[in-house]
């Protein structure tokens, strides 16, 4: 019997724009054969109706994964009044109606209610995990499905445009905020039902929605491994915004076997949390600093 191929060890990000009816786990299979990749993961599940930003990283880059998805989120989103659904958006069954509608100043009135740090509910048919049970599976057994509510934090929450039956929205939240059930909430305080109809991720914190690429651009350089490589950002890229120190090459060899280095200067931090040992711009490891010294964390292979 041949043995199964591993695949290359292509390392980087590769922020999709993802599809609409795309499964998240779809596409990350689809870009890891694309790329040929050992191994592969996402930050940050899309429902397959939503469409936008899917960063997913490939090989040694997969070790920075939990740190892009613990960051920002931006969306926006359109919400239908008048009708509560069962997954709270347009592929559920209808389970509540209105003829209610709100206008614009009600709408905007209530925004600041579910700004900052606020319990939210999350929906029935999500990925959270009921007794090592999905709860969309139970619920699309027909159990019922009771979840807990959750502290999230939403930063912004604008109205952007609001018709008689839809409005249209912007947020940026922080990590475990479900949108469908911000539509949920909303249309439950203005008395008339809401559920989306319309949803894109426009951002996840380092990446927008002009790192993207979609799929028909990566399907025209299937075959072309340097075509698809090009289209790579870095796991430092992914690190953006967080603490760096530059190392030398001796230091960048006692780190990749797991050492601690001394950091000397006096410049040389003494205490600091996921922190970026960075050497000729490539990311080495990412580790805690404490009494002047760099502890690794987690180790990136050149």
């Not at 694309?34 to 939503?50: I, M, Q």
């Not at 912004?156 to 949920?184: M, N, Q, W």
């Not at 690429?213 to 289209?231: M, S």
């Not at 931090?269 to 000729?280: F, I, M, R, S, W």
Request: glycine fraction near 10%.
């Amino acid at each position: 019997m041949a043995r199964r191929k591993k695949g290359r060890a292509v390392s980087g990000w590769l922020v999709l724009d993802k599809p609409y009816e795309l499964g998240s786990t779809q596409a990350v299979g689809k870009v890891r054969w694309l790329f040929d990749a050992k191994k592969a993961g996402h930050a940050g599940t899309l429902d397959p109706l939503a469409t936008g930003v899917l960063p997913i990283a490939l090989g040694e880059a997969t070790k920075t994964v939990p740190y892009v998805t613990d960051g920002g989120k931006a969306y926006r989103f359109t919400v239908a009044w008048g009708a509560r659904t069962s997954t709270d958006d347009a592929e559920g069954e209808v389970i509540a109606t209105s003829k209610a509608r709100p206008d614009a100043a009600a709408i905007r009135a209530l925004l600041p209610d579910f700004t900052g740090k606020i319990q939210q509910t999350p929906p029935a048919f999500s990925a959270i995990k009921i007794d090592g049970k999905r709860a969309y599976a139970e619920a699309r057994a027909g159990r019922d499905v009771t979840l807990d509510a959750r502290e999230v934090e939403i930063d912004t929450f604008d109205l952007i445009k609001s018709g008689p039956d839809h409005a249209v929205f912007e947020v940026e939240c922080g990590k475990g905020t479900y949108v469908r059930a911000l539509a949920r909430d909303l249309g439950e305080r203005l008395g008339c039902h809401g559920h989306i109809t319309a949803l894109r991720r426009t951002w996840v914190e380092p990446f927008d929605e002009a790192d993207a690429v979609n799929i028909e651009k990566l399907e025209a350089c299937e075959g072309d491994r340097e075509a698809l490589d090009a289209l790579l950002l870095t796991p430092r890229e992914a690190m953006d915004g967080f603490d760096e120190i530059k190392i030398d090459s001796a230091q960048a060899a006692k780190l990749r076997l797991g050492n601690s280095i001394v950091l000397l200067g006096r410049d040389a931090p003494l205490a600091g949390e996921n922190v970026c040992a960075v050497h000729k711009s490539q990311l080495v490891a990412i580790g805690d600093i404490s009494t002047g010294q760099f502890h690794p964390r987690r180790v990136l292979a050149p």
